[in-house]
């Protein structure tokens, strides 16, 4: 497990960096944000690429407020409890899970996550703090703007000089 606020490569080791699958929700507050931005620019060099994604607060209401799913696999049974508070941006969800061992017993594992839900606007204050130009962003997994629909936006920034 690395952090992703002290990254432990030399400066300007990576000409790109990746940071894919909601990783940057995982920053709760601004000032790990600024720490992260802060970092992959370290880590990069002069007009190196920093790529990675967000979830929007669409895609917490449409997936992930006050849901709860329940799905059946050979190995064992996933509960997952998810609430999305509008008032403080913060998606929370709960994965239990129950792995079958011999006849009617089983195994419980239980895992928490947490995840800030940044804005556009939010993000775009960082970046001005680390140095980095915005070349795109992309709604999901195709190449078009995003939308106030977005579910997804994948940035492509480069690190400036």
Request: with cysteine; aromatic share 16%.
């Amino acid at each position: 497990t690395m952090d992703m606020t002290q990254i432990p490569f030399q400066t300007g080791y990576f000409d790109t960096v990746f940071c894919l699958y909601d990783s940057v929700n995982y920053l709760l507050d601004m000032s790990s944000l600024d720490r992260y931005f802060s970092e992959t620019s370290r880590v990069l060099q002069v007009k190196g690429l920093l790529i990675f994604d967000i979830v929007t607060e669409v895609n917490s209401l449409s997936y992930f407020h006050e849901t709860l799913d329940y799905e059946e696999f050979t190995q064992g049974d996933l509960v997952r409890e998810s609430f999305y508070d509008e008032n403080n941006s913060m998606q929370y969800t709960k994965f239990i899970y129950y792995r079958h061992q011999e006849a009617n017993r089983y195994i419980k594992l239980e895992e928490e996550h947490k995840q800030r839900i940044w804005t556009q606007d939010e993000i775009k204050q960082s970046l001005t703090r680390s140095g980095y130009e915005i070349l795109a962003q992309y709604d999901g997994f195709g190449f078009e703007s995003p939308t106030k629909e977005t579910e997804r936006i994948h940035w492509v920034l480069r690190k400036m000089g």
